[in-house]
């Protein structure tokens, strides 16, 4: 069963767009959503993170939207450049409790920015 | 520099060898886990611990042993190997999960032929 559902599997952007990637979770105990950037041949590394007392999060070019209601949360990136050029992940938990340490993740979406 | 290490960064291995993977780091955290990677399929996680001497399984813990007697290290071990555990296996601490988030290593690709 999978838990965090995202879309797309693939994208491909211009130089200067906007990226947008949706997960949608299933698990009401979630609490906790981040993101994380991965580039070819090295580890996820932490984008940004959001938490339901919130519907959005903003830090530099990167931005969460969360619909509570709707079990959803979405990445934009704005302005995008060929350098976010990756694989980025959603991701959700519990915010504390034994379940915190169980970061469930999305399958993954493959992000071109073209020139 | 700090961070979390892994080795082997390559490995083949034949159908029902053993071996271990290591994992180790210097941030003096306390949760580690251990996570597979596979096209299409995301990061799963195998193990994780909240403390030395402290182990838990996660979705994917078939086939996976692991143990933490210090603080620092977390070695992952492949008691029989089989051509299914053919994966990317990173390995990931964290000193305050909603605050930091996890610190990932860059990986250790394993081939079970």
């Known amino acids: 069963q999978q838990q965090v559902k995202q879309s797309p599997q693939s994208l491909i952007v211009q130089k200067g767009g906007i990226s947008i990637i949706n997960c949608a979770y299933e698990n009401t105990a979630f609490d906790y959503f981040p993101w994380y950037q991965q580039f070819p041949g090295k580890g996820p590394a932490l984008l940004i993170a959001?938490?339901?007392?919130?519907s959005e999060k903003k830090e530099g070019r990167f931005t969460i939207s969360f619909n509570k209601s709707a079990k959803q949360f979405s990445l934009h990136i704005m302005d995008s450049q060929p350098g976010d050029s990756a694989t980025y992940f959603c991701a959700a938990s519990p915010y504390s409790g034994a379940g915190s340490y169980q970061l469930t993740f999305g399958k993954g979406t493959k992000l071109s920015v073209i020139p | 520099n700090a961070g979390v290490t892994q080795t082997p960064k390559f490995q083949v291995l034949k159908t029902g060898q053993s071996m271990t993977l290591q994992c180790a780091q210097d941030m003096n955290h306390e949760y580690m886990s251990w996570y597979r990677q596979d096209p299409g399929m995301g990061l799963r996680l195998i193990h994780y611990?909240?403390?030395?001497?402290?182990?838990d399984q996660g979705e994917v813990p078939n086939g996976y042993n692991v143990s933490r007697s210090t603080t620092e290290d977390f070695p992952l071990r492949l008691l029989s190997a089989a051509p299914s555990q053919t994966s990317v296996y990173f390995c990931?601490?964290?000193?305050?999960?909603?605050?930091?988030?996890?610190?990932f290593g860059s990986g250790t690709r394993l081939t079970v032929v």
């Open positions: 990931a601490s964290s000193y305050s999960m909603a605050n930091y988030g996890y610190t």
């Open positions: 611990s909240v403390g030395a001497g402290i182990t």
């Open positions: 959001i938490r339901p007392d919130v």
